[in-house]
């Protein structure tokens, strides 16, 4: 049985591209999306925080704070999570470890910040210019998330880990992490484009997934339309139907055509919903 907690969009693909930007913090915009989130069925957005946003994205203050709250309860679309894309340019790997405890303190701030905003989950990019790549990676991961894990306890907020490792290396480094609040989030489009296989992933540590992002992908490839890439979809819904996944299903999908977002955005959440019932 799947029980969804929220259908929910990653922030931006509601609005055209930011400065051309497949994903990014939608900096002068980002209020209009609430509105448009319900217009489109949706009941949550997954907030961005990375760089191309400083200065602008309101979990910075607490005017912003104040702003996205009543965003939120005017339009009645979530905001329980936030993509932490900041650390894909930050990472905590193959830096030098004065930077890297830099990296984790913005990291302790950051979850302050969430329990501020009333969020209860920070997904964790390590992949593409973050990912780990070797022993050395793995071991300053596990130790940058072990040393976050106080403040996530603090702050009641969890730590999703989206990684391109092989399944068998991602349970190792889960073993490490062996918290409540260290979780998996699981990314359709990633899976499918390094050729892994939903069953090898979710008999791995299926019990472990807190969360799902949703896209297709053509191996060794980019994000496609939902349907027309290499993502084996129905066996990843069946595979959470398996472990009685419930949680949150956030739409990432490939960009239609600019202008026509929210009718997008409806179209995928239909193509989803086919899969729950």
Not at 31 to 39: I, K, N
Not at 182 to 197: E, H, I, R, T, W
Request: hydrophobic fraction near 45%; charged fraction near 20%; glycine fraction near 10%.
């Amino acid at each position: 049985m799947i029980t969804v907690r929220h259908l929910a969009i990653m922030q931006g693909r509601l609005l055209p591209p930011a400065d051309g930007r497949i994903q990014a913090f939608p900096r002068e915009h980002w209020e209009q999306e609430f509105p448009l989130a319900a217009a489109a069925g949706l009941g949550a957005i997954e907030w961005i925080y990375d760089t191309h946003g400083l200065g602008a994205n309101p979990l910075e203050s607490a005017d912003g704070l104040m702003r996205l709250a009543a965003q939120s309860g005017a339009h009645r679309v979530a905001v329980r999570s936030i993509c932490a894309d900041y650390f894909m340019d930050f990472a905590f790997v193959r830096t030098t470890e004065s930077e890297r405890a830099k990296r984790v303190q913005h990291l302790i701030w950051l979850l302050g910040q969430a329990h501020v905003a009333g969020v209860t989950r920070v997904v964790l990019p390590f992949v593409d210019q973050s990912a780990i790549r070797d022993g050395a990676d793995f071991e300053t991961a596990a130790d940058s998330l072990r040393q976050a894990l106080p403040a996530a306890e603090h702050a009641g907020v969890e730590l999703h880990i989206e990684s391109s490792l092989p399944p068998a290396e991602f349970v190792r480094l889960l073993e490490q992490l062996s918290h409540p609040l260290v979780k998996v989030n699981y990314d359709s489009g990633n899976s499918s484009s390094l050729g892994y296989k939903p069953g090898e992933e979710f008999a791995a540590y299926g019990r472990r997934i807190g969360s799902v992002h949703i896209k297709d992908r053509l191996l060794n490839g980019g994000t496609v339309p939902l349907g027309q890439g290499d993502a084996d979809l129905p066996g990843v819904f069946q595979c959470l139907r398996d472990v009685d996944y419930s949680g949150d299903i956030v739409l990432q999908v490939a960009r239609g055509t600019a202008g026509e977002e929210v009718e997008w955005a409806r179209a995928n959440r239909a193509f989803v919903e086919r899969y729950l019932h």
